[in-house]
């Protein structure tokens, strides 16, 4: 195994690590517990500190990709609320009831752009047959397990929909997470890299080449619900602080765009 090639697995699963170790520790705590797309990590601890007078306490957040975290609230993982980066994963637990349907709601949007490291001289415009094959080159391109990641699925759907896909799929090296995708790109292990907007706006370590067109993929909806399960008191009151007026500016400020009216 390539140098390049260790790293990519230490990311996926130092990251997946992580994320299992903390589901007992938040259980432990007995807070609200709050498992979010791993794009959601700055924007969304602004939010926790800024909701704590409002809801009592901090909540406990585990950060993974939502694919992961819906599997462990399937299998059984102490969550109260959930949010996702796609509308896909909230329907899986959803169909299987594990979710409270009065309380799903579209919280957030994005947008998925083409990052490169800080230093990189690489400029395009992204549109219908742009070569990305040739701006790669003998590098890797970054982006989310396009099988189960939401943000590796909506780059997917990009790249199919302006038809460059065939010409770089074996040059993609897929994360368990968007930010381990970032992660590879402003290490420079990956030339190029496909994130949301808000990690490049949260990341020094890349700059954005280009945005790709919202017509190239589905809309990017982050949905929040709270869990079938969910018995912590205070859960009620965090979602209603998400929708607040300065949760909703706190997430502005990370470059998100709101959808949920605020309360």
Known sequence: ????????????????????????????????????????KDALDAVNKA?????????????AASSALAKQIEGGAP???????DLDWMRYLSD???????????LLGNEIVL????????ETKIEKGFDLAKLIGDG??????????????Y????????????SVESKVAQAENVRAAL?????????????????????????????FPEDSHPPIIYPVAQTADSKDKDTPAFLKCLRSAKAGALFKDQGFTVLAPSN
């Open 183 to 211: 992660k590879l790109v402003s290490t420079g292990e990956a030339a190029l890299g496909i994130v949301y907007a808000t990690d490049a706006h949260a990341e020094k370590g890349v700059k954005v080449v280009g945005t």
């Open 96 to 106: 299987k009831k594990l979710t409270k349907p009065d309380t799903e709601l579209k």
């Open 1 to 40: 195994m390539t140098r390049k090639g260790f790293g990519l697995r230490a990311i996926a699963i130092g990251g997946l690590a992580a994320t299992l170790m903390a589901v007992p520790a938040a259980h432990a705590e007995d807070k609200v517990v709050v498992f979010a797309a791993a794009s959601l």
């Open 155 to 166: 780059g997917k759907a990009a790249l199919e929909s302006l038809g460059v896909w065939a």
């Open 79 to 85: 969550a109260d609320v959930f949010i996702s980066a």
């Open 140 to 153: 890797r391109l970054a982006m989310g397990d396009f099988k189960a990641v939401p943000a590796g699925k």
């Open 51 to 63: 909701c704590e007078a409002d809801v009592g306490e901090a909540a406990t957040v585990s950060y």
């Open 115 to 122: 990052v490169a490291p800080k230093d990189s001289a690489v």
